[in-house]
């Protein structure tokens, strides 16, 4: 499902318009929404009270729409315009129908809208939808109407509330909250979804969402390009699996953390991986957290490693996963690691080390080590690749400062080329072992 910004639903219905639609057919196609909504959530029309709380601009057009069907339909209507509305012609059909039309700045008192509310059965709100652009102050008509109706909805009896495409104090961007804003039983959107209705805490705020189409062009829906996760989503766009596929067939997950502290947290990633999809996941924790959580996943396996005095994982560790780095499709370091001296370590030494250290023929010449005077596990703990090149990133210089971190992309096209040169380096023959340098002469 598509998910839009106020800016990009005008542009939709600008794209509407420019298809052959008018504006006054997008505001038929909604009001018309709103009425029958809120016809299915009375169940009957026959002597019921309806109040409109009508805005000034489009979104209280919708409402004026949706009080005429109404009105025609057999519902009792009062439309109440807190700051009356900017288009008079609009306001024509609703004169035609003798329909009860208060206009708030002739209610000082606001004594016409205590009236309305007082016993009504349904209340729709037609303020402002996503043309909110500011909070609203506490003493304007606007703010003073939905004070008066929350006051309604908290009685003994209170009507039920539909808002019109957002309720009213709702960011349609960031999700904003207003003070003011009135929780409704349902939301009639337009189009498509708002950005806000998915973020906190306007998605506690909205009740029952109905999406309604308005005649949005399709082409133009599809030119969005943010998506909303949903469970149909997935099923549609997820590759079917094989039927003689196992666990090899969907990759491998290392995760690396735990500590005697946040004992749990690599049994919540490890479960989290498997329920992403991966076929295999190993977890790489000190010996006993991954007794303390084995139980609790027992599809996970297991690399116990020794632990340090305060229960976590010590430098060492990175060393001695070197090997086991190249068995797996992705690793996830960090779940419950701590922050420690010998965590910090842990981090540091993992990332002297190459990312993913290409296999070769040559990979079973011994390797040696090249001094590293700041690095935390010491002069002899930094490997080499037994090229007759260093892997770029392997350099004491690297071991000081693993990478820049000015931007992310910069990073990745960083890491990109050491993976490109390493390959490049290791596929050459081995130094026969009369012409490798010693490690004196290194």
């Known amino acids: 499902m598509k998910l839009v910004t106020a800016a990009q639903m005008r542009e939709l219905e600008q794209a509407a318009v420019a298809a052959g639609s008018s504006e006054a057919q997008l505001m038929e196609e909604a009001g018309l929404a709103v009425a029958q909504e809120a016809w299915m959530l009375l169940g009957t029309l026959e002597g019921r009270r309806i109040v409109v709380l009508a805005g000034p601009g489009n979104n209280g057009g919708d409402g004026l729409v949706a009080a005429r069907h109404l009105f025609d339909w057999g519902a009792g209507i009062t439309v109440y315009m807190p700051k009356g509305h900017r288009r008079e012609d609009r306001l024509e059909e609703i004169r035609k129908r003798e329909i009860v039309l208060v206009d708030g700045r002739e209610d000082a008192d606001q004594v016409a809208l205590d009236a309305a509310l007082m016993g009504c059965d349904l209340v729709v709100d037609a303020l402002l939808g996503i043309g909110q652009a500011r909070p609203l102050d506490p003493g304007e008509p606007m703010a003073v109407a939905l004070d008066k109706l929350a006051a309604a909805r908290s009685g003994y009896q209170p009507p ?221 703990a930094y490997p080499r690749t037994p090229s007759s090149r260093p892997i770029p990133g392997n350099s004491p210089a690297s071991c000081r400062r693993p990478w820049p971190m000015s931007s992310r992309a910069g990073w990745r096209s960083r890491v990109r080329r050491r993976r490109s040169t390493a390959a490049q380096s290791c596929s050459r023959e081995p130094i026969p072992s009369s012409r490798r340098p010693t490690a004196a002469r290194a």
């Open 160 to 380: 039920k509330l539909v808002a019109v495409d957002l309720p009213t104090g709702v960011n349609a961007d960031s999700g904003a909250v207003d003070a003011h804003t009135v929780e409704p039983d349902m939301t009639v959107t337009f189009g498509l979804p708002k950005v806000g209705m998915y973020q906190a805490p306007a998605s506690a705020v909205l009740g029952k969402v109905q999406v309604i189409d308005i005649g949005i062009p399709r082409a133009a829906q599809e030119a969005v390009k943010l998506e909303l996760l949903t469970s149909r989503w997935v099923r549609l766009n997820l590759p079917k699996r094989p039927e003689d596929a196992n666990k090899g067939t969907f990759g491998k997950v290392l995760v690396v953390g735990g500590s005697r502290r946040y004992a749990g947290a690599v049994q919540l990633a490890a479960v989290s991986a498997y329920r992403s999809g991966a076929g295999l996941v190993t977890v790489a924790a000190p010996e006993r957290v991954a007794g303390l959580v084995a139980g609790a996943a027992p599809e996970v396996t297991w690399l116990p490693q020794p632990e340090t005095p305060s229960g976590g994982l010590p430098g060492e560790t990175a060393i001695a996963l070197r090997d086991e780095w190249l068995q797996f499709s992705a690793a996830v370091v960090g779940p419950g690691l701590g922050d420690d001296a010998e965590i910090r370590a842990f981090i540091w030494a993992r990332h002297c080390l190459t990312f993913r250290t290409p296999r070769t023929a040559s990979s079973s010449t011994p390797m040696r080590s090249t001094p590293s005077p700041r690095c935390p596990m010491g002069r002899d």
